[in-house]
């Protein structure tokens, strides 16, 4: 290669050149590398090979230390990263210098020629994904946390297995909708009209409204408010408002003048209510955990006509709003409560599972067997689900991700074979189902009378 190809090569590598004179002890700066150290371009005293450290960070000099006169007499190449304080603007900018040492034939060294690059915007990017890995591990580990709490608190207050896994289920539900709308936002909150949406949405459809101004809450407001209007809702489907067709249950909101904001849950229509015997989780959860995770307060009214919940939020609750929100979810979700309103029979069906996390395909494949569902497969990878798709099926339920390959060939064959499908997926896409199919979607966590429910919906649509 040519100078001026060489020359034309740094340039497009964003590269700047230097060169040691080990006998003379001089150090060439080249313009290039000039321009990327602040150090001036020309020929410099090199005191040793120890120019650097004159503008080296403190916290980085031992970095240099590693590049010794022994590896250098042994014609050792080195590389080395360190931060520089720039001598002409006094920025600190991350460099990599890399070099090649030249000895003579009796091993002395006569110098080093090197390479220079700027690092400072991949030293940047790196330090920000360690401050992301290390939020995501801080919140994963308070997820967890929620979760078991929320495990032995159900447990505590409940006397029956089957009533514990509902309750659980549905709890846990709860904070995967808000988790999801979270994800959407980059963890900077959700718009409380969302949280709604993804609690009431499908639950009663005609049943349930909500209004109010725009607002958006922080993390911690969203998942408080979507455990209680979890709380709220699955007693209304139990015994309130939702228990029949003839009720009602209106949501509204106002935003103060502080900040916060009064949330109103009122229902109507239903049968007579009576205020419970016994308190169970749930009144504790409305009553004590949401009031002071808003900052504010909760009161739950039990009265005749209907229940009446008023939550109060103070201004920490509230965060800004940013540029952009993200779009409510439109695909058909199956939420937990309105699919344990009615549990539905599969006898008979020929229900293939697609699910790369076995533990989860265990669980489809006992729950959906126990409503009479004959299975084909567990599929867990996609090869296995393409070479299922000759049996007779008449319904399948899909995992949208099958360690990291998309289902969409497996819905596509079942689609040209007008198979109806549910997805069961983690991932939330706000512009309905995975591949833009016209299928239900269930998100997870989910209980298998969820996924029930929606085979069954989907063999009677037939």
């Known amino acids: 290669m040519d100078e001026k190809r060489f020359e034309l090569a740094l340039e497009a590598a964003g590269l700047g050149e230097f060169e040691w004179d080990a006998v003379r002890d001089l150090v060439l700066i080249s313009p290039r590398a000039a321009a990327l150290t602040g150090v001036p371009a020309g020929v410099l005293p090199a005191d040793g090979g120890r120019v650097w450290r004159r503008f080296v960070h403190g916290d980085d000099a031992p970095r240099l230390e590693t590049v010794t006169p022994e590896r250098l007499l042994k014609g050792e190449r080195f590389q080395v990263d360190f931060r520089q304080t720039r001598p002409d603007d006094g920025r600190i900018i991350w460099l990599r210098v890399s070099g090649s040492p030249q000895l003579d034939a009796e091993g002395r060294l006569l110098g080093v020629t090197g390479l220079i690059a700027d690092i400072t915007d991949f030293k940047l990017e790196e330090e920000q994904r360690h401050t992301l890995m290390a939020e995501i591990d801080h919140r994963v580990k308070n997820m967890l946390a929620a979760v078991q709490a929320l495990a032995f608190q159900t447990a505590k207050r409940t006397t029956s297995l089957d009533a514990f896994l509902q309750n659980f289920s549905g709890r846990l539900k709860a904070l995967g909708s808000a ?3 979270l994800t959407a936002a980059r963890w900077r909150g959700a718009a ?13 459809p005609g049943q349930t409204s909500w209004e109010g101004p725009e607002l958006f809450l922080t993390p911690r407001a969203t998942n408080a408010l979507s455990l209680a209007l979890h709380e709220l809702a699955t007693n209304a489907v139990k015994f309130g408002a939702l228990s029949d067709e003839s009720g009602h249950v209106d949501l509204n909101w106002k935003r103060f003048p502080n900040g916060g904001f009064e949330l109103i849950w009122s229902e109507s229509g239903g049968p007579t209510v009576v205020a419970p015997v016994r308190r169970g989780f749930g009144a504790t959860l409305l009553e004590q955990v949401t009031g002071r995770e808003l900052n504010g307060e909760a009161v739950v009214e039990y009265r005749p006509s209907g229940v009446r919940a008023r939550l109060v939020a103070g ?19 199956v939420e937990t409560v309105a699919a344990a309103r009615s549990p539905r029979s599969l006898k008979g069906a020929r229900v293939l599972i ?4 076995v533990l989860l395909a265990l669980e489809l494949e006992t ?4 409503a009479g569902a004959e299975i084909v497969g567990p599929a867990y990878e996609l090869e296995e689900a393409m070479a299922l798709l000759d049996r007779p099926i008449d319904a399948a339920v899909l995992d949208a991700n099958l360690n990291g390959r998309s289902v969409t060939p497996v819905a596509e064959a079942l689609a040209a074979r007008g198979v109806p499908f549910v997805f069961a997926t983690g991932y939330g896409e706000t512009g309905g189902a995975p591949g833009g199919f016209a299928a239900p979607v269930i998100r997870k966590p989910y209980d298998v009378t969820q996924v029930a429910a929606a085979v069954a919906d989907l063999l009677a649509a037939r």
């Open 367 to 370: 729950g959906l067997a126990e």
């Open 315 to 333: 201004a920490a609750a509230v965060a800004p709003r940013p540029e952009s929100v993200p779009e409510v979810p439109t695909a058909r979700v």
């Open 192 to 204: 409380i009209d969302h949280v709604a949406a993804a609690e009431l949405g499908a639950l009663a």
């Open 179 to 181: 988790n999801e709308l």
């Open 354 to 357: 697609v699910e790369d996390a």
